[in-house]
């Protein structure tokens, strides 16, 4: 058991709540009428969310085993077109969350490396190549970030890129196409 990186992952969240809590949810009213918290995604770029809600856990044919980012609804291995400008939007109502780029690949399997060091604060420039980093996203916020630098991206969160596997591969290419999606986990993002 790893308690430390808990407590912190705790306090911020609590910080985190205060604003959410008195902020409202977001892009909230596009929801589906369902109950529940409001789902919003973003309609031009990725939505993120913890791998324990409803985004859930992607076994992905080519890639294996992803989690926490989608251009739909739940989880899925990203494929976005080179110069495009996209949001990336935390779709949680009380977790932050970030998007790192740990890394890039020539195909699969995607090496994993077990303890990378992951910022939370913004680097890049806001162009998503490697070292790029979204900085913490509190729940229901927003980045947007330019595609300019084609290549295979892996990615993760964070703070979960270890506690729950928040990871993932976004394809910056030319007519690639984003991969299955998970089925829907508990709860909301
Ligand atoms: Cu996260």
Redesign the pocket.
Known sequence: MRLEPLGVSLATLIIACVSACTNGGGLGGSGTGSSGPPSPLPSAGVG?G?PTGRIGVEDDPVWGTIA?YTQNKTSQVLALAPGAKITLENLSSN????LNVIGTASGPPPKWPANPILSFTPKGNGVLGTGYASGTLNPGASVTVTLSKPGIYLIG????YIE?Q?RDIVQVVAGATPGPTASPGKGGY
């Open positions: 993120i913890i926490g977790t932050p969350h970030t969160c964070a703070y979960h729950f928040m």
